[in-house]
């Protein structure tokens, strides 16, 4: 019988890799938070950072964006809930879906970069509505019907 016996090398040591901070970017001396938001078919991505209080949405004014008076007291509720509002530079850029879907995407990104932004204001955000996904999505049309739950209209006679 032949020795088999067989020998281990040792396995390179991986260097520690540096702990991540989920949405805190630094970018020379600023430091951004972003806060991913959905509503319906909307995306929101949500970049905060300490400034004079401007507020852009798809390089536009917010109130210049949302032209509804409902849309635009909703997309400062997360600021009003944690009393921040006036010292943040907030940049959005959202896509799909209609402006109701995109202010309801806004809150909840804009609510998740300021809990990332101060933990403490977690707690007003969540009693606020900021932080909880929408799930409400469009009904799919049946087949055998009109649309979701419309049927064809019946005759009896």
């Not at 909307?42 to 004079?52: E, F, K, N």
């Not at 852009?56 to 400062?76: A, L, M, Q, S, W």
């Not at 600021?79 to 959202?94: E, K, Q, S, W």
């Amino acid at each position: 019988m032949a020795d088999t016996t067989t020998t281990t090398s040792p396995t390179p040591a991986k260097p520690a890799a540096a702990p991540s901070s989920r949405g805190k970017v630094v970018i020379g001396n600023k430091v951004y938070f972003w806060g991913t938001g959905r509503r319906k078919k909307s995306v929101a991505r949500v970049r905060i950072t300490a400034g004079d209080g401007k507020f852009i949405v798809n390089d536009r004014e917010v109130d210049d964006y949302f032209k509804e008076t409902k849309d635009r007291h909703f997309v400062r509720s997360p600021l009003i809930a944690a009393n921040i509002a006036g010292n943040l530079d907030i940049l959005v850029n959202v896509t799909g879906g209609g402006y109701t879907g995109q202010s309801g995407a806004l809150v909840q990104g804009l609510g998740r970069a300021l809990s990332l932004f101060d933990a403490s204001f977690r707690p007003a955000l969540k009693d606020g509505g900021c932080l909880t996904r929408d799930s409400r999505m469009k009904e799919r049309k049946k087949y055998g019907r009109r649309g979701a739950r419309r049927s064809f209209q019946f005759s009896k006679r």
